[in-house]
Nanobody
Framework: QVQLVESGGGLVQPGGSLRLSCATSRSIFSIYVMGWYRQAPGKQRELVAGITTGGSTNYADFVKGRFTISRDNAKNTVYLQMNSLKPEDTAVYYC?????????WGQGTQVTVSS
């Protein structure tokens, strides 16, 4: 069974930073594109950032310049460094591993940006 284990969410003030982590097995990490999505209450799940096995990245426009996705191949872990957080970044953040039509999801971690 594929597992994506997320950590790092929490409550932060506007302008603050958080780093999310997502660990999985080597068999998944070595061939799947890894990504982070988020879902705010009453909204659809949306892509935040993705990273390929070769390290190529893509970002949603609303996080460009503030968030950074990275991967540690030795730890089979993908990270999302979130800086300059805004209240509108409040959502449940999900880790995703995808290839072709196959996708796996983590359980989600809550990020709340509030003063």
């Amino acid at each position: 069974q594929v597992q994506l284990v997320e950590s790092g969410g929490g409550l932060v003030q506007p302008g603050g930073s958080l780093r999310l982590s997502c660990a999985t097995s080597r068999s998944i990490f070595s061939i799947y594109v890894m990504g982070w999505y988020r879902q705010a209450p009453g909204k659809q799940r949306e892509l935040v950032a993705g990273i390929t096995t070769g390290g190529s990245t893509n970002y949603a426009d609303f996080v460009k310049g503030r968030f950074t996705i990275s991967r540690d191949n030795a730890k089979n872990t993908v990270y999302l460094q979130m800086n300059s957080l805004k209240p509108e970044d409040t959502a449940v953040y999900y880790c995703n591993a995808g290839i072709g039509t196959r996708a796996y999801w983590g359980q989600g971690t809550q990020v709340t940006v509030s003063s």
